[in-house]
Nanobody
């Protein structure tokens, strides 16, 4: 079992920045690929970014490329999502997830999920 707790969400104006954090506890963190996902009201959950176990490989959705950066600190059992140049369409609940199937784009590659943190971007 892996427990995940997200933090860092909030209200920000368009063009601003936020840094989301996800703290993991339980089994060996470095064994898990990590992902960030988001779900806006009335929409399906979508993949935002993902990072491999070692941090050597990453994936970004086209909608966030060049604006968001995923990183991890295996010594601290943490994964981060730095979000810059935020847009109103980035408004959603953001979820952190952990998986043992390698760097996955699909949410179905991830077995463990946090409760989510709300990000609201005002225009």
């Amino acid at each position: 079992q892996v427990q995940l707790v997200e933090s860092g969400g909030g209200l920000v104006q368009a063009g601003g920045s936020l840094r989301l954090s996800c703290a993991a506890s339980g089994r060996t963190f470095s064994n898990y690929a990590m992902g960030w996902f988001r779900q806006a009201p009335g929409k399906e959950r979508e993949t935002v970014a993902a990072i491999s176990c070692s941090g050597g490989s990453t994936y970004y959705a086209d909608s966030v490329k060049g604006r968001f950066t995923i990183s991890r600190g295996n010594a601290k059992n943490m994964v981060y999502l730095q979000m810059n140049s935020l847009k109103p369409e980035d408004t959603a609940v953001y979820y952190c997830a952990a998986g043992t199937r390698g760097l996955g784009v699909s949410q179905y590659s991830y077995e463990y999920w946090g409760q989510g943190t709300q990000v609201t971007v005002s225009s």
